[in-house]
Structure formats: structure tokens, C-alpha cells
């Protein structure tokens, strides 16, 4: 655990402090090749602005694999030896083959159309997991839950925000493990 400030950079690339003496909290687990990572940085009057991987039922983050080709290394826990094939991380997926590691990672990406905007947003999710539905989250900057849209359909355009103040939001799309957020910015 440690103390951190958040600052917004705008667009001209000044920036503008957020929140002073928050907790950012780090937690790493490695057991040979089983390396884990859990990520939150609370906000100061309650709630949190990030969370690796959120769990909603247990109110906290979990967990999760460090994915293989990430720049996060957690070491101690004894020595990694891989097997034929492996797999860590979201959909992230790898294979030795002459004592090459070929790395497949799975697609999955998030746009939106009118960012910022002052009527709506529109969102699309893809994903190489057809079949498999995508979950939109919208928080505010508070990291209050705002709007849920369930069961999406890969490449669908959805619209929200209509009746949202001006302000500045979150919106994360999940399908299993893979999670994409981007900030949204209403003027009105």
C-alpha cells in the first residue's frame, strides 16, 4: 500500500490535480509459473477510481493472472518451467514449439462515436469470441455504478448517456476475463 495523487492531463497537455493522498494498493502472488496481480487505488471519501479486476460479489479486486507477454514480472515463489502448453491471463494464450513461445492473444476492442459529446454516446464492442456476450458497465468519475447493458452482441452500436449531467464517465465492456474502459466526456 501506498499514497498516490491522481492528475488529469487535458488535451493541451496541461494537467489539472484530481485527488491528493489516496490508497493505491498492489498485491503479487507467484507460485512457479502461477503469477498473479491484484490492483486498487481508492479514492479518499470513499469508493474507488481503479480496480484491476473488480469483484462484485466479494466488494473487492481480485486476482488475476499476469498475462505472458506483459512488462508486470512477479519473481520469488520458485522457479517456472513450462509445460508443452500453457496459458495465463485473459484469453492469452501460449505454445513451445522448438523452444519458441508463439503468443495468440485473443481479439477484443472498444470504440466510441461522439467523445465528448452533448447529446449521446455510441459504443461498440468486437470480439473474436462469437458466441460469448459483452457486458457495458458505465461508472461516473465517483466510481458510482451509473448504467449496465447486458447481454451485447459482438459489433453492436449501442446509445446512452442522454440523460447524463456533464461530467466525465467510465465505460467498460467485459467479456470473461478480456475488459476494455474508456472516458467518456458529456459538455451540455
Excluded at 89 to 95: I, R, S, V
Excluded at 116 to 127: C, D, L
Excluded at 161 to 187: C, M, P
Aim: proline residues 2%; glycine residues 10%.
Amino acid at each position: 500500500s501506498a499514497k498516490a495523487n491522481m492528475d488529469e492531463q487535458l488535451i493541451d497537455g496541461t494537467t489539472v490535480s484530481v485527488e491528493s493522498g489516496a490508497t493505491f494498493q498492489m498485491v503479487a502472488y507467484q507460485n512457479a509459473c502461477n503469477q498473479q496481480i491484484a490492483i486498487t487505488y481508492y479514492r479518499r471519501a470513499g469508493g474507488i477510481w481503479f480496480s484491476s479486476n473488480w469483484n462484485a460479489t466479494t466488494a473487492k479486486t481480485a486476482l488475476q493472472a499476469v498475462n505472458t507477454g506483459s512488462s508486470v514480472y512477479v519473481s520469488g515463489g520458485g522457479t517456472c518451467t513450462p509445460s508443452t502448453t500453457f496459458a495465463r491471463g485473459g484469453e492469452m494464450t501460449a505454445a513451445i514449439t522448438d523452444e519458441k513461445v508463439v503468443e495468440e492473444p485473443a481479439k477484443f476492442g472498444l470504440e466510441v462515436f461522439g467523445n465528448p459529446t452533448t447529446t449521446s454516446f455510441r459504443v461498440k464492442a468486437s470480439t473474436d469470441k462469437l458466441n460469448d456476450r459483452i457486458t457495458l458497465t458505465v461508472l461516473d468519475m465517483f466510481g458510482r455504478l451509473i448504467e449496465v447493458k447486458t447481454n451485447v452482441i459482438n459489433g453492436q452500436v449501442v446509445e446512452f448517456g442522454n440523460h447524463y449531467r456533464s461530467g466525465t464517465y467510465f465505460v467498460e465492456a467485459r467479456q470473461g476475463k478480456d475488459r476494455k474502459v474508456i472516458k467518456l466526456i458529456k459538455n451540455n
